[in-house]
């Protein structure tokens, strides 16, 4: 009777061992996996705000943050903003290491919101389109001072006559719309003393139909019009396609945004004059590694010129 109290005794003995040394195991291995990766690199969470907007530009944005993410075994989250909520503003309280955001507000109300993300010591890397600040966020993509004067490059290009320029912001292109006085500079620069009167600003909407009932208003109303600029990839293939149809290429010069298929199709055709390109992927991709930097090391480069390209005929 004793021999087999003794027994149980024992194999009571052996499962309590065996049960803490997977549980030991077990957390070790959760631990392992919040402190870092193999090598030793923190496991972060970062989380990317983007526009409510679906296109390709954006598309390309994430993909290269995800590449970033998977490079340095971060976990990326992805968060659309809404300008009737207060996703940006809550993010001080979702315990993220850092995020990156493309500010489409009113310059205002997007500082107000990434300084609550400062105050929280929560690292900040900013996309796409700058908010000024006494002490700036790190800031990756184009110089839009630089988009301009590259459209302005193309449109100077295209004939000898005096330009009647229209120049096309879009919801859709937030970053580019929200600094549209340093675009018109840009294009300024590149084409002084070729205007035959001031450059006319237009807006499109989120509504993929838009542009094309805006350029029909446009040109009832303004027929001395000879060259528009577009800075979106979709609004850039809409007035292509009305061009056509309205029997007006070559009477009407259009200088588009994007390197989509469609539009460099286009460009070879002669429906549109040329188109500049900037890389998203690149854009997403050195964000998040910058926040990476940033979140690790507490260091990163105050800014990165991601470029922008000019498409014409003669490089296709």
Not at 282 to 288: D, F, P, V
Request: glycine share 10%; proline share 4%.
């Amino acid at each position: 009777m004793k021999a087999l109290v003794r027994i149980g005794l024992i194999s009571f003995g052996l499962l309590a061992l065996i049960a803490l040394s997977m549980s030991l195991s077990l957390a070790r291995s959760l631990y392992s996996q919040a402190s870092g990766d193999a090598g030793g690199r923190p496991n972060y969470h970062f989380s990317l705000y983007l526009p409510d907007n679906h296109n390709s530009f954006f598309a390309g944005i994430i993909a290269g943050a995800e590449q970033a993410a998977a490079e340095t075994g971060s976990v990326l989250s992805l968060h659309y903003i809404d300008p009737y909520l207060n996703e940006l503003e809550m993010a001080s309280y979702t315990g993220v290491d850092g995020v990156v955001v493309c500010p489409y507000l009113d310059d205002r109300l997007a500082r107000r919101q990434l300084e609550r993300l400062s105050a929280k010591k929560i690292p900040v890397v900013i996309i796409n389109h700058n908010v000024p600040a006494d002490q700036p966020w790190p800031y990756i993509g184009t110089n839009n001072f630089d988009v301009g004067r590259k459209l302005g490059t193309i449109a100077g290009r295209i004939s000898r006559e005096p330009l009647n320029l229209a120049v096309v912001y879009s919801d859709k292109s937030p970053g580019i719309y929200g600094e549209r006085e340093l675009v018109e500079m840009g294009i300024s620069s590149a084409i002084a003393g070729k205007l035959a009167a001031p450059i006319i600003g237009l807006r499109t909407s989120m509504n993929p139909l838009d542009a094309e009932q805006m350029l029909v208003h446009l040109f009832r109303t303004q027929p001395g019009i000879n060259t528009i600029i577009f800075t979106d990839a979709s609004d850039t293939l809409a007035a292509a396609q009305l061009l056509i149809d309205m029997n007006l290429v070559g009477q009407v010069q259009i200088v588009g945004f994007g390197a989509e298929s469609g539009i460099l199709e286009y460009i070879r055709k002669g429906v549109i004059a040329g188109t500049v390109a900037v890389n998203p992927e690149r854009i997403g991709y050195e964000a998040l590694m910058s926040l990476f930097s940033l979140r690790s090391t507490g260091y990163t480069s105050t800014s990165i010129d991601t470029g922008v390209d000019i498409i014409d005929r003669s490089k296709l």
